[in-house]
C-alpha cells in the first residue's frame, strides 16, 4: 500500500474479539465519552474513534495462532475530526479484496448507522488537503457510496455548492488553534451551517477549543495524578515526580509536540516543562502499549486498539474496531503509533459472531 509516495506497511490476519471483551471495549469507551462531553458542554455529531491503551494478559501460541485475554487501561485520544480507519480499510480492502471477504466492512456499519438521521438526502462529501484525506478520501467515499449512501464529492473551495446541501461530511482534520486542512472560510461556513436546526454536519465543528470533545485536556485523570501545566506550582510537582511522565499539547495532532520524561535527561526535562507551561499540555502518566512477540523476522510488535462509533448528541453508537500494529523497537524509539507518519496499520479486528 503507497501513502502518498511513501510505502505502508501492512500485517495480514484476523484477531478475534471475545465477547466479553467486545463488551468492556464499548462499555469503557461510552463511559469516557460521556465524561467528557460533560466537561466540554457541546453537543458532538460524526463519526470518531476512541484510540485505547490495551492490557495483554496470558499471551500464548497454541495449534490455532496466539491467543491472550484482552483489557484497557487508557485512552490516550478521541479523534473527532476526521478518523483515517474507515478510509485506510476501504483502500486496503480495495488493494487487497481478498481481506474483505474476512473483516467487517466499516462503510457498511456507517451507512447503516446514518439510517434514519439523514432521511436518504444527498451529502457532500469533502475531502480535505492532507495527504491522508487526499490519498484514501476517494476510496473511503466510492465505499459509502456502494454501501448505499448518496454522496456528492464537492471541492472545499466550492462553498457556493455546499451551501445546496442539508447535510455535509467533511473529510479532513479542522483545529482552531493547530493543523488544519480547509481554509478559513470553509471552517466559519461549516460553524454556521450546524447551528441551522435542518442541517447535519460530519464532524461536528467546535466553535472554540475548550468546546472541543476531542481537546485531551478532557482525558487528564486527576484522582490519578495527572495535571495541566499551567503554573510554576505543576512544575515543581513535575519534577519532584519519580514516575514516568508524559508531556502532551492538548490540541496535537499526529504524535506531534509530545515529550516523553524517560527519553529526556533532567536538564531537558525541565527545560520543556519551563518553555510550554501555561500553553495548553497536560502532565499524563506514561501507559506504554503492549509487546507481542512473534516469529516474524521484523521481530516483535506493539498493539493498541482503536473502536469507532457514531455519535449523534450525547449518544454513541458502536461501529467496528481497528488494531494498529508497530515493530516495537520503533515504537519504543518513537513513542507513538501513527498511520500518518508512516505507523503499521493491520486492518480492521473481527469480532466473533455470538
Not at 457541546?42 to 492490557?55: M, Y
Not at 485536556?217 to 499551567?230: A, F
Not at 510537582?237 to 499539547?249: I, R, S
Request: a negative charge.
Amino acid at each position: 500500500m503507497f501513502l502518498a509516495e511513501n510505502k505502508i506497511a501492512t500485517i495480514n490476519g484476523l484477531l478475534i474479539l471475545e465477547k466479553h471483551e467486545l463488551i468492556e471495549i464499548i462499555g469503557y469507551c461510552k463511559n469516557i465519552y460521556k465524561e467528557v462531553l460533560q466537561k466540554a458542554g457541546e453537543k458532538f455529531t460524526g463519526h470518531i474513534r476512541f484510540d485505547l491503551i490495551p492490557e495483554v494478559k496470558n499471551f500464548r501460541k497454541t495449534s490455532y495462532g496466539y491467543r491472550w485475554e484482552l483489557g484497557i487501561r487508557g485512552c490516550y485520544e478521541i479523534n473527532t475530526n476526521s478518523p483515517e480507519c474507515g478510509a485506510a480499510t476501504a483502500a486496503l480492502h480495495t488493494n487487497r479484496s481478498e481481506m474483505s471477504l474476512y473483516q467487517p466492512d466499516p462503510a457498511k456499519r456507517i451507512v447503516d448507522s446514518l439510517n434514519g438521521k439523514i432521511n436518504g438526502k444527498e451529502i457532500a462529501f469533502v475531502i480535505g488537503n492532507g495527504a491522508v484525506k487526499k490519498e484514501w478520501g476517494d476510496f473511503f467515499m466510492n465505499s459509502l457510496i456502494k454501501r448505499g449512501l448518496k454522496a456528492v464529492k464537492i471541492n472545499p473551495e466550492d462553498l457556493e455548492s455546499c451551501k445546496n446541501y442539508r447535510c455535509v461530511w467533511r473529510f479532513g482534520d479542522i483545529r482552531e488553534e493547530g493543523y488544519t486542512e480547509f481554509s478559513k472560510e470553509f471552517q466559519k461556513f461549516l460553524i454556521s451551517k450546524q447551528m441551522q436546526e435542518e442541517s447535519f454536519v460530519l464532524n461536528t465543528v467546535a466553535q472554540n477549543p475548550e468546546e472541543d470533545i476531542g481537546n485531551k485536556k478532557y482525558l487528564l485523570r486527576e484522582d490519578e495524578g495527572e495535571r495541566e501545566l499551567k503554573s510554576e506550582a505543576d512544575i515543581l510537582w513535575a519534577l519532584g515526580q519519580k514516575k514516568d511522565l508524559v508531556l502532551k499539547p492538548f490540541e496535537g495532532a499526529s504524535g506531534n509536540g509530545i515529550d516523553f520524561k524517560r527519553n529526556m535527561s533532567p536538564k531537558e526535562w525541565e527545560a520543556s516543562l519551563r518553555e510550554k507551561v501555561g500553553k495548553n499540555y497536560g502532565l499524563y502518566n506514561a501507559k506504554w502499549l503492549p509487546m507481542l512477540p512473534t516469529q516474524e523476522p521484523e521481530g516483535n510488535i506493539a498493539l493498541d486498539i482503536s473502536p469507532s462509533f457514531m455519535a449523534y448528541s450525547s449518544s454513541i453508537n458502536y461501529l467496528y474496531c481497528i488494531s494498529r500494529f508497530e515493530e516495537y523497537e520503533r515504537y519504543i524509539e518513537r513513542g507513538t503509533i501513527n498511520v500518518a507518519q508512516g505507523g503499521g496499520f493491520a486492518g480492521t479486528l473481527l469480532e466473533e459472531t455470538f
